[in-house]
């Protein structure tokens, strides 16, 4: 079963008497394992639709399917559930609390879940290890580089135990020697089983990934897979699972 199915999906926003259709019908499957770059131009549509995919947002027009689910007309609460089971998040910019502790942000995604504090500060300390933090979860982001706190955000992502990530821009703001560390960290966490989906502008970025969607003015004008993606099956690791 596909893990994200968008069926001809608009998204519409009307500004005074203006209408500006942002995505103009969009129909794309996202497999499970999979690994996609969504490359395209500067307001070609790309973050409305991860934040569809992500159920950030929902679709004007058309359907989208999550994990067999139909939430295109799912409430904001059930839209929140959705999230929490199924997704992580990656920004550009990070988007960790300032005033939080690397752990304390790991922690976030985990206070809405119903879960002994002892087990998910476990947990949050595993997945610290993972990205190479072990030793700075104390550490507030403004005593971390920059590819640290993105690496903070992954072990936040990765808290709930998503089926899949959606990376928008991951490395926008790093150099290209952490931009290279951080993908290959999306690069092991798809070998053990996450679907990951991230935009991109940078070729080499895209070159980490096994599928290539372009967007251009709203629609999806280029779908291709790239050589490697046969042979590979994805095995779930006992921590992400
Ligand atoms: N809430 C909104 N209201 C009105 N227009 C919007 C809204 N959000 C996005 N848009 C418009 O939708 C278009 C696509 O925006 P989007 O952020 O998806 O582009 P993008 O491909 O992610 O661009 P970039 O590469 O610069 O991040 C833009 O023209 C933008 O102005
Ligand atoms: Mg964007």
Same mark, same amino acid.
């Given at each position: ?54 159920? !950030? ?34 920004? *550009? ?14 922690? !976030?995604?985990? !206070? ?30 403004? *005593? ?95 921590? !992400?699972?």
């Amino acid at each position: 079963m596909s893990l994200c199915v968008l069926e001809d999906v608009w998204k519409t926003y009307t500004l005074g008497d203006v209408r500006v259709d942002v995505l103009r019908g969009v129909s794309l499957s996202i497999e499970p394992g999979e690994f996609t770059a969504v490359m395209g131009p500067s307001g070609s549509g790309k973050t409305t639709l991860m934040n569809i995919l992500g159920c !950030l947002d929902v679709p004007s027009d058309g359907r989208y399917i999550l994990a067999g689910k139909d939430v295109t007309h799912m409430s904001d609460d059930e839209l929140s559930r959705m999230r929490s089971e199924y997704i992580g998040f990656i920004f *550009q910019s990070f988007h960790l609390l300032p005033y939080a502790t690397a752990l304390e942000n790991v922690l !976030l995604p985990t !206070l809405y879940v119903e879960r002994r504090l002892d087990g998910r500060r476990k947990r949050a300390m595993e997945l610290l290890a993972l990205v190479g933090l072990g030793d700075r979860a104390g550490f507030k982001p403004s *005593q971390l580089s920059g590819g640290q706190q993105q690496r903070v955000a992954i072990a936040r992502a990765l808290m709930n135990a998503p089926r899949i990530i959606l990376a928008d821009e991951p490395t926008g703001a790093l150099d290209s020697g952490t931009a290279k560390d951080i993908m290959n960290l999306l690069t092991e966490l798809n070998r053990q089983g996450t679907t990951v989906v991230v935009v991109t502008h940078d070729p080499e970025v895209a070159g980490y990934a096994r599928r290539i969607v372009k967007v251009r003015d709203g629609v999806v004008v280029e779908d291709t897979e790239t050589a490697s993606k046969a042979g590979e099956r994805p095995v779930h690791d006992a921590l !992400l699972a």
